[in-house]
């Protein structure tokens, strides 16, 4: 089939000329599968042998395509073309405390100063919580466009109290989940925004037993609502051997812990990815000449040079390769488990509430004016569309209710639990004070009433003196 026709087949324009400056170059890579025949990479990896790793051409494809062959072929090369037009829009959050490279990790990924540093300033009132920052960078390579979300956390673990320092991360997690709930209840879900956490980064400095306490907590929180990576940041501070004992002491801590990573992508690939956690990486934009006279991004040091891109010196070759080369797509897919799960246990939750609340209200009215006697009747009379509308206006009312959406705060809930403790305090010690009063006030009425029968006989005995 000439390859102007299968274009004009598919609904598209094609380039021939673009097309066949390409041709040569595709076909080293690729051969005929006498079987199927459908361009097989000859360079495949274990385990993606389904998979196209090279972006070939219409006129790559159609070489090897009779008259007989539907074009299937061609639909990997339609969605290349989609994904180019549209773009696609990655969201990484950084995780970690203060100083441990996260803002210096992303610059290093990309290549250069994406986010500007912020300007040291005494603060008069110090955080008490964890900050959102959200940071958005379009980033173009090759005609493709990627919108890249960065969040940041700082405040994360700075401080004295650190028990609930992880909250304001899961709510904003869950809050973005609900969003997008809200706009798939929407009649009109032409303008939704998929607004979700693909995957997160947790740096961390190793402790003594390789995770601390709150690094098992928040590792532990955050598992179950995205795509987890832990991160060792500063690996130049540690020898080959030390890091290499410290992975499989944290390794085995995850497990012990049952701390669960990237348990939406494939078996494969999670599999694949449990071996390598956690990545040790440096980050740096310098350039420095090494013993090859090679510049190369690194720390210079009086003892020598440590090399970002060296994989003797850091993970972080493979680290960008999981999150930009070989699994971006797999995250971004993956991030649609976590919702379904958040969806259902969201959905579970505000129907029992919904349920209770009818239930409540059911003990002091008559069954007619309550949702369940209008769904009754919307079930009852299944041609009425205004009893379902209305009991569907009344449950969407229940469940977006203000009340039914307020989360519990564990930092709010302990420092309420700490506040009535205090409160019923003082509430003992003025009752103690109370009851002292009311047994001197019980006193002093006894001695009045002493004095008075005391002047009461005076009376009566001056009176009979007085008296014939």
Known sequence: MPLTEMGNYLGLSIDKKESVLETDEIDKRLKLDKTCKTPVVEDQKPGYE???????????????????????????????????????????????????????????????????????????????TTEIIHKTVMLRENNFTLKLNVIDTPGFGDFINNSHCCYPIINYINGQ???????????????????????CLYFFLPSKNGLSGLDIEAMRSLSDKVNLIPVISKADAYTKEEINNLKLKI?????????????????????????????????????????????????????????????????????????????????????????????????????????????????????????????DSAVAGVGSIEASLKMLRMAMGNLTDANTNKSIDPDFAAQEKEIKAEFAQIVHIQNQKFKERKRALFDKQEQFNLSIAKLQRRLENMQQEILP
């Open 251 to 375: 390794r085995e801590l995850l497990a012990k812990e049952n701390i669960s990573l990237c348990t939406g992508m494939r078996s494969g690939s999670t599999g694949n990815l449990i071996k390598t956690v956690p990545f040790a990486i440096v980050n740096s934009l310098e350039m420095h000449e090494n013993e090859k006279g090679e510049k190369v991004k690194g720390r210079k040091y009086k003892w020598g040079l440590s090399e970002v891109e060296n994989p003797n010196h850091s993970d972080f070759i493979q680290l960008k390769k999981l999150l930009v080369d070989d699994h971006m797509a797999d995250f971004i897919a993956s991030s649609d488990s976590y919702y379904e799960s958040f969806r259902e246990k969201f959905l579970n939750f505000k129907l029992d509430q919904f349920e209770f609340e009818n239930q409540r209200q059911a003990k002091g009215k008559e069954s007619g004016g309550t949702v369940l006697a209008v769904a």
């Open 177 to 199: 989940f609900e969003r997008l709930l809200y706009q798939e209840m929407q009649p009109d879900r032409s303008k939704m925004k998929r607004d979700v956490v693909h995957i």
């Open 50 to 128: 389904y998979e196209y790793k090279y972006a070939y051409t219409y006129n790559a494809t159609l070489k090897h395509m009779s008259n007989q062959d539907s074009g299937l072929a061609c639909l990997p090369i339609q969605k290349r073309l989609q994904v180019e037009r549209e773009g696609c829009e990655f969201t990484i959050m950084c995780v970690g405390q203060s100083g441990v490279g996260k803002t210096s990790f992303m610059d290093s990924l990309f290549g250069s100063l994406l986010f500007e540093k912020p300007i040291a300033k005494d603060r008069v009132c110090p955080l008490k």
